[in-house]
């Protein structure tokens, strides 16, 4: 007996040894590749950001640069997971008190490293599920590493492939910039539509085909608060564009049934023109928003008027949620859709830590993440959610606005039988809160939310302060959502209705 015992002391031994080598060396091995894809990654930087010094026209360089940006912000989000998943079982507390209970931090730690590797929540094939019990830090460590091989894989092969890339690179000019640090780009400037606008900028200013008599017209469409605007607002201060055309007009209303070449034109707004007044022989560039379907025999109408009064060159864009819109267009429609998971939280990220490393909070950054995957890819969200976040920079107070995002999205399936991002083009209205306690409930009933521009009269409460509890009001009220701070500076109002519940 005492040698079986004996045998099985031994045995069970040499499996705790073995284990620890193991796991030891898996440690290693994602510590070893976590510093290689650092290097991959700024390896990536390097090139991006030296393309975007540059005037680039052809289009596959920029389809193999916009692949580029694509892997780099897999990357990116892999370490940040990685980070979120040491922090989940590492008991990360960034040096603050949760008032959550012991269970409740337990709960939430094994919940954050089961959507640490979420990276795309379209394609179920891409998520790692972690079970419950004993073994999740074993199986969160081997997904990390799985997932940490893979990201470095594609950007050495991506980065492999660019070679050529860079070669060619040299020979394009330079554009003249002002040095910008990350956070500032994203607080500025517009994030993620690079591909996009090239799209476009190429219908603008390609040469009109020899005897080419209709009047070359793009079509843009995409859910509301996608970026149509700000996309073509960015095109049109562009100097290339201002270069090429010697005057830009602006329309925005609901359709076009009621306006005449006379009234159109005197609705339009000017975006630019050039020292001499536009004459026939000058190329016009119009651009029309539209929040409301076209019918064909207006749209004739009004194309066989402006083909009459524009030069040969002249172009016309025009923005929807229809897609109805796309029959009018001479060339491929653009569809604006939401940005991947990858980028859109890269885009979260440095909108909610500005320069501030996440890797110096990773609890914080672990919360973080959390938001932006139920955030569902809005951009007014997370504007909203990075000034709430910043103004309470504690781990208690992100805790709760990730609890308060899961009941609100859990209410709103409760209410419609559907989540908000699926009913925000629909009538009846979205529902939300107040994160402050009071009794009995009081909730806001948020409407569609539509735009005026930034020279237009806006309410005076801002959504913020609701949420914040700064501002009280009852029944039914118009708040300001949120106020843009990048061209064309857009002010986003939305009605909604207090009730107590």
């Given at each position: 007996m005492e040698i079986l015992y004996s045998a099985v002391l031994s045995e069970l031994v040499s499996r705790a040894v073995s284990f620890l080598l193991a796991k030891r060396e898996e440690q290693a091995a994602a510590a070893a590749q976590e510093e290689r894809l650092r290097s991959l990654l700024l390896r990536?930087?390097?090139?991006?950001?030296?393309?975007?010094?540059?005037?680039?026209?052809?289009?596959?360089?920029?389809?193999?640069?916009?692949?580029?940006?694509?892997?780099?912000?897999?990357?990116?989000?892999?370490?940040?997971?990685?980070?979120?998943?040491?922090?989940?079982?590492?008991?990360?507390?960034?040096?603050?008190?949760?008032?959550?209970?012991?269970?409740?931090k337990e709960e939430a730690e094994a919940e954050a490293c089961r959507r640490a590797f979420t990276l795309s929540r379209f394609n179920p094939a891409?998520?790692?599920?972690?079970?419950?019990?004993?073994?999740?830090?074993?199986?969160?460590?081997?997904?990390?590493?799985?997932?940490?091989?893979?990201?470095?894989?594609?950007?050495?092969?991506?980065?492999?492939?660019?070679?050529?890339?860079?070669?060619?690179?040299?020979?394009?000019?330079?554009?003249?910039?002002?040095?910008?640090?990350a956070h500032l780009f994203v607080d500025k400037c517009m994030f993620g539509r690079h591909m996009e606008k090239e799209r476009i900028m190429e219908f603008l200013l390609q040469p009109e085909p020899p005897g080419a008599a209709r009047l070359g017209v793009l079509p843009i469409v995409g859910p509301a608060h996608i970026g149509k605007s700000t996309l073509v607002e960015h095109v049109c201060h562009d100097e290339r564009v201002r270069d090429h055309f010697s005057l830009?007009?602006?329309?925005?209303?609901?359709?076009?049934?009621?306006?005449?070449?006379?009234?159109?034109?005197?609705?339009?707004?000017?975006?630019?023109?050039?020292?001499?007044?536009?004459?026939?022989?000058?190329?016009?560039?119009?651009?029309?928003?539209?929040?409301?379907?076209?019918?064909?025999?207006?749209?004739?109408?009004?194309?066989?008027?402006?083909?009459?009064?524009?030069?040969?060159?002249?172009?016309?864009?025009?923005?929807?949620?229809?897609?109805?819109?796309?029959?009018?267009?001479?060339?491929?429609?653009?569809?604006?859709?939401c940005l991947s998971p990858e980028a859109y939280w890269h885009f979260f990220k440095m909108t909610v830590f500005g320069s501030d490393d996440p890797g110096q909070h990773p609890k914080l950054a672990s919360l973080a993440m959390e938001m932006a995957s139920l955030m569902q890819g809005s951009f007014l969200f997370a504007n909203i959610g990075a000034v709430v976040l910043r103004d309470h920079f504690d781990t208690q107070s992100w805790s709760r606005a990730v609890r308060r995002i899961r009941e609100y999205l859990q209410k709103n399936v409760s209410?419609?039988?559907?989540?908000?991002?699926?009913?925000?083009?629909?009538?009846?209205?979205?529902?939300?809160?107040?994160?402050?306690?009071?009794?009995?409930?009081?909730?806001c009933m948020l409407y569609d939310i539509y735009e005026r521009g930034s020279q237009e009269e806006v309410p005076e409460i801002p959504y913020s302060d609701m949420l914040a509890g700064c501002a009280q009001p009852r029944g039914e009220y118009d708040i300001l959502f949120w106020r843009s701070r990048i061209p064309p500076y857009l002010n986003y109002v939305c009605k909604c209705e207090i009730l107590d519940m």
């Open positions: 990536s930087r390097t090139i991006v950001e030296e393309a975007e010094r540059r005037l680039v026209t052809n289009r596959a360089m920029l389809q193999q640069l916009g692949a580029l940006r694509d892997e780099a912000f897999r990357g990116y989000y892999v370490l940040d997971a990685a980070a979120r998943c040491r922090a989940a079982f590492g008991g990360g507390r960034d040096g603050c008190k949760d008032d959550d209970d012991d269970d409740q891409k998520r790692v599920r972690v079970p419950s019990g004993d073994p999740e830090a074993c199986r969160a460590s081997a997904a990390r590493l799985r997932e940490l091989r893979q990201a470095v894989r594609g950007l050495e092969a991506m980065i492999g492939d660019m070679k050529e890339f860079v070669v060619f690179l040299t020979t394009h000019p330079l554009l003249h910039r002002q040095p910008y640090s830009i007009l602006f329309y925005r209303g609901k359709s076009l049934v009621d306006e005449t070449v006379a009234s159109f034109r005197d609705k339009c707004v000017v975006k630019h023109q050039t020292d001499n007044e536009a004459s026939s022989g000058q190329r016009l560039l119009i651009i029309i928003e539209l929040f409301e379907d076209l019918d064909e025999e207006t749209w004739k109408n009004m194309l066989y008027s402006s083909e009459r009064s524009m030069a040969q060159g002249s172009r016309m864009i025009i923005t929807s949620r229809s897609e109805k819109i796309v029959r009018f267009g001479t060339t491929r429609a653009l569809r604006l859709k209410l419609f039988g559907e989540y908000t991002d699926d009913i925000k083009d629909k009538d009846h209205p979205r529902f939300t809160w107040s994160l402050i306690n009071q009794k009995p409930d009081r909730y």
